[in-house]
């Protein structure tokens, strides 16, 4: 299962296109976040705070995660390499999850550069270390969980046909859905339990939760949930498959 992670990882930045989607993805948060004006530019804004950040980063989810697990499945059946891996002495189930963990390791990477704006408004902040660490870290770990559900949906959708451009289609669709979709449906409905519970299927509701520095045992649950059953219909795709 580890050299199969191991992998995972090596063959994303075994091009220059594994490279090309992580760094489009650090500088259009860069750009965002400290040089374009507008609402999301952290100076302009005049507070202390990465909101504008964690609200733009799961926009940018929506194409880097998909970018990152179009080739998990999809791709080793183009290249033939599918029916080697199943004949590897592991149950499917190891080969999805090791191909879950190694996609979620990248996502790490990329994010981890990120931590550098903390940094810069801890000490830019008057001030000096004037700054809500506690919504930070929670966000910031709601971007990891985030990120975890994303995969699996894509890791789902490359399970589904071998075409990398469809996959990548199915898996922003699916990702959209999952995140907004339950919240915009809810607007039909007037405020009441039926639109709260609507509003709750939904991972944005959860993950505006953790962003406030509370990590509830429901919404940890949540994010687990979710990882869980796409990687299950995973394997029950393939098994039938």
């Not at 550069?113 to 000490?123: C, D, L, N, V």
């Not at 406030?212 to 059953?229: A, E, M, N, R, T």
Request: charged share 10%.
């Amino acid at each position: 299962m580890f050299s199969i992670l191991r992998k995972e990882i090596l063959d994303f930045f075994s091009n220059i296109t594994g490279y090309i989607v992580v760094g489009v993805f650090l500088i259009i948060n860069g750009l965002f976040l400290w040089i374009i004006p507008g609402e999301y530019n952290i100076i302009e804004s005049g507070y202390a705070t990465l909101d504008s950040y964690f609200y733009l980063v799961p926009w940018l989810y929506l194409f880097l995660c998909p970018a990152i697990t179009m080739n998990s499945i999809a791709g080793e059946r183009v290249n033939g390499t599918w029916e080697l891996l199943i004949t590897k002495p592991v149950s499917k189930f190891s080969l999805i999850s090791a191909k879950f963990f190694g996609s979620w390791l990248v996502v790490l990477l990329a994010l981890l550069p990120t931590i550098i704006y903390f940094i810069s408004i801890y000490f830019i902040a008057q001030p000096a270390g004037n700054v809500d660490g506690g919504a930070f870290t929670g966000s910031f770990i709601g971007l990891i969980l985030l990120a975890g559900v994303f995969l699996a949906i894509g890791i789902f959708s490359s399970s589904l046909i071998p075409n990398q451009i469809v996959v990548y289609i199915i898996a922003l669709v699916l990702s959209f859905f999952m995140f907004w979709g339950f919240e915009l449906f809810s607007t039909f409905f007037k405020s009441g339990a039926l639109l709260t519970f609507i509003d709750s299927l939904g991972i944005n509701y959860h993950f505006k939760s953790i962003s406030k520095g509370v990590i509830d045992f429901s919404d940890l649950s949540y994010f687990l949930f979710l990882i869980i059953v796409f990687l299950f219909l995973t394997d029950l795709r393939l098994r039938r498959k």
